[in-house]
């Protein structure tokens, strides 16, 4: 069956680089998105990538896909307090229905 | 401004009592998910649709849960009898599918509290 995994927290020092890992299961996932959850509110769509992608760069984040593995990450340039949030993977699987993970706290330290 | 709108916001009700989860779907958008999001499980899938049809409501408890589309600008959430298990932030998603991506757009959730 589809299943997403990703470690529930992570802290950095403000201005460093964060990187958000996440494993799934479906090979036949045809795109993998990131999402990002400030609190009380629902999830907004931070970026995607497609499955014949090794690697999507837009401004401060990059995603990088090792479809052999099925790793995907999410690296933050430059962390700001404003980037504290829980960050969300997710896959669309060859069902076309989305399947999250259970989110990444990321808190930045001064 | 187009966006997924989840009414009402905040629910509290007792243990027993019928719930009724309302959302509208971004104009033009021909899927709707339903999610459920607790501390225990994450964020778990429980019912999505295309074009008003049911494609899959697996992750649904069924005797208790129902989830339905009366027209194109209308999703319902409903729990009957609640249950204090069911506490829990309810999510509506919108996306279109096209060209084989389906992107989620969520509402803001509602919470609902059983006691």
């Known amino acids: 069956g589809e299943d997403v995994e990703q470690s529930l927290f992570l802290s950095v020092r403000e201005g460093d680089s964060s990187v958000i890992n996440c494993t799934y299961t479906?090979?036949?996932?045809?795109?993998l998105y990131w999402y990002k959850q400030e609190p009380g509110a629902g999830l907004q769509l931070l970026t995607y990538i497609f499955s014949n992608m090794d690697m999507k760069q837009d401004q401060r984040l990059t995603v990088l896909l090792n479809k052999k593995d099925k790793h995907l990450s999410l690296r933050i340039a430059d962390t700001q307090t404003g980037d504290s949030a829980i960050y969300f993977c997710?896959?669309?699987?060859?069902?076309?229905?989305?399947?999250f993970g259970s989110g990444t706290r990321l808190s930045i330290r001064p | 401004d187009a966006r997924v709108t989840q009414t009402p916001r905040h629910k509290v009700t007792e243990m027993g009592q019928e719930v009724t989860m309302r959302c509208q779907p971004i104009l033009g958008h021909n899927t709707v998910f339903w999610y459920r999001q607790t501390m225990m499980q994450g964020l778990e899938l429980l019912a999505y649709f295309r074009n008003r049809a049911p494609l899959d409501d697996s992750g649904m408890p069924k005797d208790r849960f129902s989830a339905e589309m009366p027209d194109a600008t209308l999703a319902t959430l409903k729990i009957q009898p609640s249950e204090p298990r069911d506490s829990a932030v309810y999510f509506c998603a919108s996306g279109s599918h096209t060209g084989g991506r389906t992107e989620a757009f969520f509402g803001q959730g509602t919470r609902l509290t059983v006691v």
């Open positions: 479906d090979s036949s996932s045809t795109y």
């Open positions: 997710a896959e669309r699987s060859s069902a076309s229905k989305i399947i």
